[in-house]
């Protein structure tokens, strides 16, 4: 690793998949944590996902070791018991008792290892929806965010995972209060996020809305704007650009800017209030000025002005984005192929860096030797924990 490296001395063990809690681990290994991940025997079965599931592998598993457990087995069992007495944290979002099942609940953990931070990644916090099913979409759906995304009668998901990224987050942020508490007391604990409260936090700028205005929170497309100028506009190439006037000092350096000088004059729309009141007046003229501009043409006028902008982009134009290569905001990631490519690293910066570092996704059970040689086991109990099926991989 190379870059800030805060967590350094943590080691996590994660029992995860898909992409909530994987994406603690994650966030958690970029920053230096050392984390290894259990995978069943033949590997994660989201390793070979299709589609829209692609990505999650490569996004969300860099920077971690993998070793293969077979659950089942007393001595797979055995295992994963002795990656949880030496961790400093336990990651898992498997479903909710599935852990308890297994002997590898909090408590039953906690008992020889009671500096253990336990983090469960669920659908829902304890309560009357804790043994339902959730996914990134109920998620979205159930809590209102589909509805506020998607036109009025038709909601619509978030065109990213993002419950299941910030519920790890929240994760993230959890573990790291539980550290800094254990500093004071010696003591670990179970934290838990979730994907539905996760939603509703989201959300709760909507709720607010409704109890400041009396009136609930229109679908965003339907929404009654805070500003006048605060939408997508097309340009003359036909490559649309989103423009924000926020300010009435804006609103002056924006009219100045493109010889909006009868707009400027009428005082009766000086204030912003005033100007979202006359918006179906006002945007016609402004659209019909933004088309004539072509999109590069018209961000170099609105670059430096302090005029909120940005060209729609789309995720396959990140991978050329100059601030995003400048700035270390991409890193080579090895793809199980051998193929090489970049991925987003974390949006944070520490000391003037950024935690960056070439990664390399590792093969299923790939350090399984290893991270059995580190728990004490010599070499005859690893070729026996192997040859029982108990065990599987290299390293």
Not at 15 to 38: D, N, Q
Request: hydrophobic content about 45%; aromatic content about 6%; proline content about 7%.
């Amino acid at each position: 690793m190379t870059g800030p490296q805060p967590l350094k001395n943590l080691k996590v063990v994660e029992f995860t998949h898909m992409v909530m809690g994987p994406a603690v681990g994650a966030i958690l290994a970029s920053l230096g944590a050392e984390v290894v991940r259990v995978e069943p025997i033949g590997g994660d079965r989201t390793r070979k996902l299709i589609g829209s599931g692609a990505g999650y592998f490569p996004m969300y598993n860099r920077h971690k070791a993998s070793i293969c457990l077979d659950l089942k087995s007393p001595d797979g069992l055995a295992v994963a018991r002795d990656l949880a007495a030496g961790a400093d944290i336990l990651i898992e979002n498997y479903r909710p008792g599935a852990m308890d099942r297994l002997g590898l609940g909090y408590e039953a953990l906690a008992a020889s290892n009671p500096r253990l931070i336990y983090c469960s990644e669920k659908g829902f916090l304890p309560g009357p929806y804790e043994e339902r099913t959730a996914l990134d979409e109920v998620a979205q759906m159930m809590g209102g965010l589909a509805y506020m995304t998607g036109p009025p009668g038709r909601p619509l998901r978030a065109g990213s995972s993002v419950i299941d990224v910030t519920g790890g987050m929240f994760g993230v942020i959890a573990i790291l209060a539980a550290v800094e508490e254990r500093h004071r007391t010696g003591r670990g604990q179970k934290v838990q996020s979730s994907l539905f409260e996760t939603t509703i936090y989201l959300i709760g700028q909507h709720m607010a809305q409704l109890a400041v205005t009396g009136k609930p929170a229109a679908p965003m497309p339907a929404r009654i704007s805070a500003w006048a100028i605060y939408d997508v506009f097309e340009t003359a190439d036909d490559k649309p650009i989103f423009i924000g006037v926020v300010t009435d000092a804006l609103w002056e350096k924006f009219c100045a800017l493109f010889g909006l000088d009868d707009l400027w004059a009428d005082e009766s729309i000086r204030e912003n209030t005033a100007r979202v009141l006359a918006r179906d007046r006002i945007m016609p003229q402004i659209r019909a000025l933004v088309q004539t501009w072509k999109r590069d043409d018209l961000i170099a006028r609105l670059e430096g002005t302090g005029l909120p902008f940005a060209p729609i982009g789309r995720p396959e134009d990140m991978f050329d984005d100059p601030h995003l290569l400048a700035s270390g905001g991409l890193e080579p990631v090895t793809l199980s192929d051998g193929k090489t490519t970049m991925l987003p690293t974390l949006p944070i910066e520490m000391n003037g860096a950024r935690p960056h570092a070439h990664a390399a996704l590792p093969e299923a059970g790939a350090d399984t030797k290893s991270v059995l040689a580190g728990l004490g086991y010599d070499e005859a109990r690893i070729e026996a924990l192997l040859a029982s099926g108990a065990v599987e991989g290299q390293g």
